[in-house]
């Protein structure tokens, strides 16, 4: 049998805090692909929090940076999208069990699901004045419907990420992140934080060059 090797991120989390250049690689996706994080996070973040062989959720995947470092570490992942373009792209080299599925993350409780070891995500973001944005006054309420039925995919012991930054624009700040972090507090038992520092020109979020790991084991 031939035995294939893996080099993975070589940074690893040591501390409260980690450093990478944090720029994008370039894909061959023709529409707006500047929202993601890069492939050695989300390769940080498995190494970190699960095993060979655990399975992954990514109910937010976009262009499916989570899903593709899953299946290269020997993860199994499913990640839900909602935009048809993006859901296609990110399904693309992904060999079963892992798949994209075209549906908003909602309707996790319509599909057969393995129970899940790892949510590792980043969430949509909101802009400075919630009433501005598409998703309207309701996001929060809708985040925590959200994971209340993503906790019933999952195993007793399983870990959740949060990739999340706060938020600053010309019309000032939004602290995302520290209401999510409060917001999923209701869920999950809150394990701690971890930032990720962009030494590079990318910005981790909107307005900053560094962005939080927020942790929870789910209980």
Not at 61 to 78: D, F, S, Y
Not at 107 to 135: A, G, K
Not at 154 to 183: C, H, M, Y
């Amino acid at each position: 049998m031939e035995t294939v090797c893996y080099i993975y991120a070589m940074t690893e989390i040591k501390k409260s805090w980690f450093a990478i250049d944090g720029g994008l690689e370039p894909i061959d996706y023709e529409g707006e692909n500047s929202f993601r994080f890069p492939a050695e996070l989300a390769e940080i973040v498995l190494n970190k929090f699960s095993k060979e062989g655990d399975w992954v959720l990514d109910p937010f995947c976009g262009l499916g940076t989570t899903l593709k470092a899953a299946q290269k570490m020997n993860r199994h992942a499913i990640g839900f999208e909602v935009d048809e373009s993006r859901a296609m792209y990110a399904g693309k080299g992904l060999n079963e069990p892992n798949k994209v599925i075209h549906a908003r993350i909602e309707t996790i409780d319509q599909y057969y699901l393995p129970s899940f070891d790892l949510v590792f995500t980043s969430p949509p973001y909101v802009t400075v004045r919630l009433e501005d944005d598409p998703w309207g006054m309701t996001y929060f309420e809708d985040m925590e419907s959200i994971f209340r039925k993503i906790q019933k995919t999952l195993k007793p012991d399983a870990n959740i990420v949060i990739e999340v930054s706060n938020i600053r624009t010309k019309d000032g700040v939004r602290t995302l992140a520290w209401q999510f972090g409060e917001l999923l507090s209701k869920i999950f038992s809150f394990q701690g934080e971890i930032i990720r520092v962009d030494t590079g020109d990318a910005e981790a979020g909107p307005g900053f060059d560094h962005s939080y790991l927020l942790v929870y084991k789910n209980h």
